[in-house]
């Protein structure tokens, strides 16, 4: 990501983060690579995809700032986190809006 998870550096990496937290998922790995050129084209090399940030899922490649939105509007982000055994918190804030 372009800086880091408390202070991105721009707007798609803090889309990243935001969308991170709405699921409760707190404990990741992020490198800013601004401070480090190399890994910056490294990482575009390594996944064949042109932008930052990039996403990881169990050392797997997502995708970008678009592809983690679209998994999230269409619940597939959800599942994804259930197979690595995180429990997104919006199953638990949709069993709250349910009780209402």
Request: aromatic residues 6%.
């Amino acid at each position: 990501m372009k800086g880091s998870p408390a202070q991105p550096q721009c707007g798609f990496s803090n889309a990243v983060v935001q969308i991170l937290r709405l699921h409760g998922v707190a404990d990741y790995r992020a490198h800013d690579v601004l401070q480090d050129p190399g890994l910056r084209q490294g990482v575009k090399n390594y996944s064949n995809w042109p932008t930052i940030p990039q996403v990881y899922l169990n050392g797997e490649f997502v995708g970008g700032c678009d592809i983690l939105l679209q998994m999230h509007q269409n619940g597939d982000l959800v599942e994804e986190l259930k197979k690595l055994g995180i429990r997104s918190a919006l199953l638990d804030a949709e069993k709250d809006q349910d009780k209402k």
